[in-house]
Nanobody
Framework: QVQLVESGGGLVQPGGSLKLSCTASGFTFSSNGMSWYRQAPGKERELVAGISSTGDRTNYADSMKGRFTISRDNAKRTVYLTMNSLRPEDTAVYYC?????????WGKGTLVTVSS
């Protein structure tokens, strides 16, 4: 079955950096676009970034442009989110997401806390 497993979250100071990973299984990873979403406490889940199956096209939410970078390694079946210049408002659970054969799949998420 489809599995998405996120890792790399943790506590970081404002202005710091983190790199999240999402390792996928159960579907043809190289054929699927992938996305990162996040959900802050008391807020709705929102799109962070997306990447095409080949990695040649990416898109970002406006507040993440220039600070976050989405990338992928199809040989490792992994999508990454590199986050720089982190702010307290980036504190959230970050989720990996894909659609496979018409069904939506989410990982369980990894918590990122930005605090001094």
């Amino acid at each position: 079955q489809v599995q998405l497993v996120e890792s790399g979250g943790g506590l970081v100071q404002p202005g710091g950096s983190l790199k999240l990973s999402c390792t996928a299984s159960g579907f043809t990873f190289s054929s699927n676009g992938m996305s990162w979403y996040r959900q802050a406490p008391g807020k709705e889940r929102e799109l962070v970034a997306g990447i095409s199956s080949t990695g040649d096209r990416t898109n970002y939410a406006d507040s993440m442009k220039g600070r976050f970078t989405i990338s992928r390694d199809n040989a490792k079946r992994t999508v990454y989110l590199t986050m720089n210049s982190l702010r307290p408002e980036d504190t959230a659970v970050y989720y990996c997401y894909t659609v496979s054969r018409g069904m939506f799949y989410w990982g369980k998420g990894t918590l990122v806390t930005v605090s001094s």
